[in-house]
T-cell receptor, first 116, second 116 residues
Framework: GAVVSQHPSWVICKSGTSVKIECRSLDFQATTMFWYRQFPKQSLMLMATSNEGSKATYEQGVEKDKFLINHASLTLSTLTVTSAHPEDSSFYIC????????????FGPGTRLTVL | AQKVTQAQTEISVVEKEDVTLDCVYETRDTTYYLFWYKQPPSGELVFLIRRNSFDEQNEISGRYSWNFQKSTSSFNFTITASQVVDSAVYFCALSVNTGTASKLTFGTGTRLQVTL
């Protein structure tokens, strides 16, 4: 159990376009999902915490108008990178925490975004 | 504030050697969780272990073992008889018990290269 999927696994887009990334918990309900960003050979940086049915909580320095997060159901959270620019190119990873549990996060396989 | 330090950035070993990955953490909370995740070249983070602050018992799972020492704030990870498939980046992480707002603080990761 505890499988998290992400779609797409990779995406290439032109500068100025918006890209939506989906994160789904496949076999459990997740009241909380997290979005991370990882640059090459670096650690994961938490971008925001997404709670089902409420607004996401963004970390300091993360532009909420740039990275739109929606957590509409207990199994789906989406991250939309609006008006993407080359500096937004990165590896985006989501994680989900089981409903009622506050400890372990289970991670998706990640989405590699390349903005040309 | 929480902090996780993985002083070893890269380690190279020959197959069948034992290797220990170090992790030192800092927190003022008395209740917390420690984690190890594996990130193979594919990018997906694989959950390996979770330990809570009240359980200092060491754990062994196959070739993997973990040594939790509160006195030194360390949570080291040993791979016995390493294999090429163990090549990956390993992250140590810390979460304090703040209810639904619990976040993971990651170390910078240790890249393990196992060669024949």
């Amino acid at each position: 159990g505890a499988v998290v999927s992400q779609h797409p696994s990779w995406v290439i887009c032109k500068s100025g376009t918006s890209v939506k990334i989906e994160c789904r918990s496949l076999d459990f309900q997740a009241t909380t999902m997290f979005w991370y960003r990882q640059f090459p050979k670096q650690s994961l940086m938490l971008m925001a915490t997404s709670n089902e049915g409420s607004k996401a909580t963004y970390e300091q320095g993360v532009e909420k108008d740039k990275f739109l997060i929606n957590h509409a159901s207990l199994t789906l959270s989406t991250l939309t990178v609006t008006s993407a620019h080359p500096e937004d190119s990165s590896f985006y990873i989501c994680s989900a925490r089981r409903q009622g549990r506050t400890d372990t996060q289970y991670f998706g396989p990640g989405t590699r975004l390349t903005v040309l | 504030a929480q902090k996780v330090t993985q002083a070893q950035t890269e380690i190279s070993v020959v197959e069948k050697e034992d290797v220990t990955l170090d992790c030192v953490y800092e927190t003022r909370d008395t209740t917390y969780y420690l984690f190890w995740y594996k990130q193979p070249p594919s990018g997906e983070l694989v959950f390996l272990i979770r330990r809570n602050s009240f359980d200092e018992q060491n754990e062994i799972s196959g070739r993997y073992s973990w040594n939790f020492q509160k006195s030194t704030s360390s949570f080291n990870f040993t791979i016995t008889a390493s294999q090429v498939v163990d090549s990956a980046v390993y992250f140590c992480a810390l979460s304090v018990n703040t209810g639904t707002a619990s976040k993971l603080t990651f170390g910078t990761g240790t890249r393990l290269q196992v060669t024949l």
